[in-house]
């Protein structure tokens, strides 16, 4: 679970470079950074044998542009809730859409660090 915020970060830090997360015991973490993607030691997944986290460029870029979308998406649905006092059937459409990205987002952003962190 120490592993969440590494990646959280490392994915808004370096989003185009290659990350590998490496645990060398419970409190010790180091980040190793290259910009060229070769992975061999991994498997398809992107976590090594050996419990280490590799954050490719295509993981980095999903994962930002869920957040993004999601963010959008609930800030969108917090000003149409508080700035209209009664809303037309369009905004209720709207308001729906992003209630619906909003709940889809944030289960995507957890799958998304669930599979990378386990």
């Not at 060229?36 to 986290?53: H, R």
């Not at 917090?78 to 308001?95: G, H, K, M």
Request: some cysteine; proline content about 3%.
């Amino acid at each position: 679970m120490s592993s969440i915020p590494n990646i959280v970060l490392e994915s808004f830090r370096s989003p185009l470079k290659q990350t590998d997360i490496v645990q060398k015991d419970d409190s010790k973490i180091s980040l190793k950074t290259s910009s060229i993607y070769v992975d061999k030691t991994s498997d398809t997944l992107g976590t090594q044998a050996n419990g280490n986290i590799s954050l490719s460029p295509t993981f980095k870029v999903a994962f930002i542009a869920v957040s993004v979308a999601t963010l959008l998406a609930f800030i969108t649905n917090l000003y149409i809730a508080f700035s209209y006092p009664e809303l037309t059937e369009a905004q209720n459409n709207v308001l729906s859409i992003c209630e619906n990205i909003v709940t889809t987002g944030f289960g995507a952003i957890v799958g998304l660090l669930g599979g990378k962190a386990a």
